[in-house]
């Protein structure tokens, strides 16, 4: 019985180690009407995750969900203040005059929804122009 517990740990432990780590690690992406508005690349490297962004405009309808949104750019902005905890990815994205704060979740194999974490700041200014906190995304991995 111990040499069967310990074959499983290896196990665990190799596949662990070539799938980057952790399940969070990979080529995520969010579409809209075909074109792909939002990618996200994770990389685990040594305990640490580290990664890219990069999100096209879009606009969100009254109820918060994407109604609008133009192609992702190609290059990545880099993830910064990254933390993993319990299928929890929190980081930021500088933008060219902000900083954006984001919470990545794992959901069942292959999808994780993105939120935005908004400061009351930028709630009041999205409730002045009449648009709500937009509703979290829906990423695949590929």
Known sequence: MRTLVLLVAAAMALSASQSGGTPIAGSWTAQFEGRTFLRLEL?????TITGGMSMGDFEVDGQGEVRRADEAPR???????????????????????????????????????????????????????????????RLTRH
């Open 43 to 47: 990389k685990a490297v040594n305990g």
């Open 75 to 137: 290059d990545l902005k880099p993830l910064l203040d990254v933390a993993y905890r319990a299928a929890t990815l929190t980081f930021s994205r500088r933008d060219v005059t902000e900083t954006d704060r984001f919470e990545l979740r794992l959901l069942e194999a292959g999808h994780a929804e993105l939120r935005f974490l908004l400061n009351d700041a930028d709630r009041k200014d999205l409730a002045a122009s009449g648009i709500p906190d937009p509703k979290p995304i």
